[in-house]
């Protein structure tokens, strides 16, 4: 199937009069429904607003490839529209777009009209060929140009001859495998064939893998290049340099990625269970904060799922969930069985499970999660649950180079019985036998120390603590502190929760506050911004005022930092105590202390910090 049979002079529109990103979309789906190749235009709508939902597809360079696949086509078809004047696509370098493609496919049928799909995203990674496009006078015109350049791709292309024996592998994948994967394939293509250097790609698109990496190539191979946003096989590189990165990368900077994985020091991939250094013992993956995030970023639904259920129960009052409390409501004991007595007393076991998995690959997960498990029910709590992961993780990297010994045709019933009863059963007799009772004193012991300590003392650590959540904006520190409050949560003291959850909302609302009273001082952009700002404080989302501290880090950070601590210090200094392990306006309500005066005190944090980037700030010039 050729391009120009799916795009015709009926599926385009060579001056839209839309003005806004979705304008766009609805303008070129109408067109598509009026062309006959679109049944329910809503329905297909809904399904191009998913894809935008996980990533742009306004890919740069004036280009913007709105796709979806979805029952709601009825035959396969492009619609094309122009805008000379540009319109904000939110496109990857954060320039207007010019010229639209809006895919339609179909689910199921037959696959070929993709692979002329693949075709249009290379064409366009041409700027001469863009630039054509954009002066075209007629629908006429751009159908011949379209016909020129297929036939032009057909003559035979003279593969990249390389230099010094280098030879690179790719793998390029997006959600929908329709437009961003072929993109990157052919932009990785087009710059090693600058450079000189010998390239394959692998696509995992729609129509699945095409051009399929062989276990001779990935052996022979210098690096390997794995720009997906979804995943795909890993375990075939083991041993090999990886450089893995988002599938947008490759499409926006394919000389850097080429020339990072041609570099010796590039990253070493090491799979599960078959990974091996060159004297043929296991090698663990290193790093203790990925493997710590790896737990806590899994842990988190749990958390904030069973979180935001118990805090539901609490509405109905504090004890309305116990029986024989007089204030018992059936739907709130519903709320706290299911959030506080499921979800959040997974808590701890996933932690753990998910960091023995990053450390060992799966044969770590089961032993973390029974270490876990344990840690949980014996009343080590959180931190119980933190040393159960690494233990296991590690106790069962010891067993692989144990085990390595052991003759070959024992390697099948590693995973499957090996790895799992002598993990689990060393990883539960430390736990219980050396582990839990010392960790559970210590978590006895720092709640006694918190309880006791004098007013002054617990403004400070709610200063830090606050401040914390500012300094990088759901980056490692910010981390620490949401998991230190989650630990307290375990060990009974709700204070300093609530002096990290008011720090957290902090900056976002504290930035909306200054954009909106010091608009001399922003772009409208930033302005624009700043609304949005309102409505991630106000949900406890810290990461909104990451764009401001982007653009203006010397005069934004120490703003938001010394507002997040007024505010943590604040609630200390108003005796709120959090219970609920999550934050926004959602938890207000069953704060223990004044609802009012945790307000306050985000409030006057947030306010600081707009004063402070206000006044800061010098006045800018659009």
Known sequence: MKITDLLTNETMILALQAKTKGEVIDELAEKLAEAGAVSDVEAFKRAIWAREQQSTTGVGDGVAIPHAKTAAVKRPAVAFGRSAEGIDYESLDGKPSHLFF??????????????????????????????????????????????????????????????????????????????????????????????????????????????????????????????????????????????????????????????????????????????????????????????????????????VGGGILIALSFTFGIKAFDPNDPSYHPFAKLLMDIGGGNAFALMVPVLAAFIAMSIADRPGFAPGMVGGFLAANGGAGFLGGLIAGFLAGYLVVGLRNLFSRLPQSLEGIKPVLLYPVFGIFLTGVIMMYVVIDPVKALNEGLKHWLSGMGTANLVLLGAVLGGMMAVDMGGPINKAAYTFGLAMIEAGNFAPHAAIMAGGMVPPLGLALATTFFKKKFTKAEREAGKTCYIMGASFITEGAIPFAAADPVRVIPSIIVGSAVAGALTMWFHIGLPAPHGGIFVIPIVKGSAWLYILAILIGSIVTALMVGLWKKEVEE
């Open 102 to 303: 809006m895919i339609a496919a179909p689910e199921g049928g037959e696959q070929t009209h993709l692979e002329a799909l693949a075709r249009l995203s290379s064409m366009l990674m041409d700027a001469s060929f863009r630039a054509q496009l954009e002066t075209a006078s007629s629908e006429e015109e751009i159908v011949r140009l379209f016909a020129e350049k297929e036939s032009e791709q057909e003559a035979p292309r003279q593969a990249a001859r390389a230099e010094n024996g280098r030879k690179v592998l790719a793998v390029t994948a997006c959600p929908t495998g329709i437009a961003h994967t072929y993109m990157a394939a052919d932009a990785l293509k087009a710059k090693a064939a600058e450079m000189g250097v010998t390239i394959k790609v692998e696509t995992n698109g729609s129509d699945g893998v095409k051009n399929e990496l062989t276990a001779k190539e990935i052996e022979e191979a210098t690096a390997i290049i794995v720009a997906a946003d979804k995943q795909v096989e890993m375990d075939r590189f083991d041993g090999k340099h990886v450089i893995q990165v988002p599938v947008a990368r490759a499409i926006r900077e394919p000389e850097k990625l080429i020339e990072q994985a041609l570099r010796q020091d590039a990253p070493i991939y090491r799979a599960s269970g078959a990974a091996r250094d060159s004297v043929g013992a296991a090698k663990p993956r290193i790093g203790f904060y990925k493997h710590l995030m790896n737990g806590v970023s899994n842990m988190l639904p749990f958390v």
